[in-house]
């Protein structure tokens, strides 16, 4: 069954309590959390601090997203009683490697995500050891751009290397998600679809991530 991930860059930050109980209600999975240095990506969204502060406040898990320079300096600090993935990007990082090691060290899963433009190969020699590749499916660094589909295609090459390799890992899709496109990205082999603008920025958000929730089991029956 393909899970929710609701990105919170779109939500009212004055009221993220509130957006918490909407993605409960909406059964959502997990709390995709968009950390953004304006370094990686030319935009700044919260850290740390705003994620700490909603540990606690949810029984959902988070999975959080660094879009930040050489992540692995600071990697414990987004580590949280909630906290199930930790996915930085490929592209940020000197020493890749390493940098998953230190985020399974604390106890918590990890993840690489990779850029349209990223080759898929270029996570070859760490399909063993991640457990989720987060296929951004847009530029990261601003919610609400339009889905790539030639992501599509990347999506079908990690799920067949995933069979063909006996692996265990998630496949996640990132930008752009909608109701239009979802049956694509699942059929394609995702697992975990990050939603975001498409249902916050909508008329009722609680009514779009019940539909979302819907069409995903629809999908996967």
């Known amino acids: 069954m393909a899970q929710l991930s609701l990105s919170i860059l779109s939500a009212d930050f004055s009221a993220l309590g509130e957006t918490l109980k909407t993605a409960e209600a909406g059964g959502v999975d997990f709390i995709h959390m968009d950390v953004m240095d304006g370094r990686f990506v030319p935009n700044i969204s919260f850290g740390p601090a705003v994620i700490g502060s909603l540990a606690g406040k949810t029984g959902l898990?988070?999975?959080?997203?660094?879009?930040?320079?050489?992540?692995?300096?600071?990697?414990?600090?987004?580590?949280?009683?909630?906290?199930?993935?930790?996915?930085?990007?490929?592209?940020?990082?000197?020493?890749?490697?390493?940098?998953?090691?230190?985020?399974?060290?604390?106890?918590?899963?990890?993840?690489?995500?990779?850029?349209?433009?990223?080759?898929?190969?270029?996570?070859?020699?760490?399909?063993?050891?991640?457990?989720?590749?987060?296929?951004?499916?847009?530029?990261?660094?601003?919610?609400?751009?339009?889905?790539?589909?030639?992501?599509?295609?990347?999506?079908?090459?990690?799920?067949?290397?995933?069979?063909?390799?006996?692996?265990?890992?998630?496949?996640?899709?990132?930008g752009g998600v909608n109701l239009e496109n979802l049956p694509d990205v699942?059929?394609?082999?995702?697992?975990?679809?990050?939603v975001g603008s498409a249902a916050l920025?909508?008329?009722?958000?609680?009514?779009?991530l019940r539909s979302f929730r819907e069409v995903a089991d629809a999908c996967t029956k």
Request: hydrophobic share 40%.
């Open 186 to 194: 699942v059929g394609a082999g995702a697992d975990m679809l990050v």
């Open 61 to 174: 898990p988070f999975d959080v997203h660094l879009m930040v320079e050489e992540p692995g300096d600071a990697i414990e600090r987004y580590v949280t009683a909630n906290t199930e993935y930790v996915v930085v990007h490929c592209e940020a990082c000197r020493h890749l490697d390493r940098v998953l090691r230190s985020i399974k060290s604390l106890g918590v899963k990890c993840g690489v995500a990779l850029n349209p433009a990223t080759h898929p190969a270029v996570l070859d020699y760490v399909l063993d050891y991640v457990d989720q590749i987060l296929v951004m499916s847009v530029n990261p660094g601003f919610g609400g751009q339009s889905f790539i589909r030639g992501v599509l295609d990347k999506i079908k090459m990690y799920d067949a290397m995933r069979t063909e390799m006996d692996l265990r890992y998630k496949i996640s899709v990132d």
């Open 201 to 208: 920025n909508s008329p009722d958000p609680l009514a779009s």
